[in-house]
């Protein structure tokens, strides 16, 4: 149903009139002839494109898994420029962006393979167990890396800024408060130690070991599916982390030998230039 406004309605909008603007291009999106992700830089990135931040070598190793061919990489743009002003994001010819929930998707569309409802894993008891040990990567092995990793000292690392992680966001289960309810105070803090903190990574790496054995593909798929990708990120960091991150995985030679096979699987597979 239609209606005028009264007149000193209509006058009083008047003196505040609605304008429009167009958007604001981005300055990094540059014409491209492939699809581009924007990844944090390197450790080093004379010798590697693998990324420094677990987050963006994730979504990096997904999409070389997933057989994305003609994939470059950039590392030259702050976390700001990307999409919810974090990175990854994945840019494609068109100039459009893509966050990381539709990576995915757009995965699907660029290889024409689509996952299927089991997600790759052999049955639904797996895809559920791989719910398990995808909270154990980024909460006690995040947390350890987190703990224990220097920051970035590469020439582009200043246009990056690690995302501050606390370690009672990625715990499980969180640990307890320093002040508990016998106290008169209110529950503030967290009592973590770093012994814990070790304990708790060794005990995961061992674990994630036995359940890898001698398989190809975490939890025993025919074919990579994330929690490879996940599961490459976290190992390629701590192996090429100080070594409290270093030692607990060299420990056990299958996941050694499966993050170098992983490795160069990806070195080959994505040997585009850097766009």
């Not at 014409?31 to 010798?47: C, E, G, V």
């Not at 068109?94 to 539709?102: A, D, E, M, V």
């Not at 599961?231 to 090429?240: D, I, M, T, V």
Request: glycine share 4%.
């Amino acid at each position: 149903m239609n209606f005028d406004l009264p007149v000193p309605v209509q006058k009083l909008f008047s003196a505040f009139p609605l304008k429009t603007y167009p958007p604001i291009p981005n300055p990094y999106v540059t014409s491209i002839s492939q699809p581009s992700l924007w990844i944090a830089p390197p450790p080093d990135p004379k010798n590697s494109t693998l990324s420094s931040d677990v987050e963006c070598l994730k979504w990096q190793t997904y999409l070389v898994l997933r057989g994305v061919k003609d994939l470059s990489v950039r590392w030259d743009i702050a976390p700001e420029a990307g999409l919810d002003g974090r990175l990854p994001t994945l840019q494609l010819p068109s100039g459009k962006l893509i966050g990381t929930q539709k990576i995915p998707t757009w995965a699907d569309e660029a290889t024409g393979k689509e996952i299927d409802a089991l997600e790759g894993y052999v049955d639904k008891a797996t895809r559920d167990e791989s719910r398990a040990w995808v909270t154990l990567l980024e909460g006690v092995v995040h947390s350890q890396l987190d703990l224990n990793m220097p920051p970035s000292t590469s020439y582009t690392s200043w246009l990056y800024e690690t995302p501050n992680w606390t370690l009672q966001s990625v715990l499980f289960p969180p640990p307890a408060p320093l002040t508990g309810i016998t106290s008169p105070l209110p529950p503030s803090g967290v009592h973590v130690t770093a012994a814990s903190v070790n304990t708790r990574y060794r005990e995961a790496i061992e674990s994630l070991s036995v359940r890898l054995g001698e398989d190809s593909w975490f939890l025993g798929s025919q074919a990579p599916t994330f929690i490879d990708a996940l599961l490459f990120a976290y190992l390629h960091r701590a192996l090429h982390g100080p070594k409290a991150t270093r030692y607990d995985v060299q420990r056990w030679d299958n996941l050694v030998s499966w993050e170098k096979r992983i490795r160069q699987l990806i070195s080959i597979q994505a040997a585009a230039p850097r766009s």
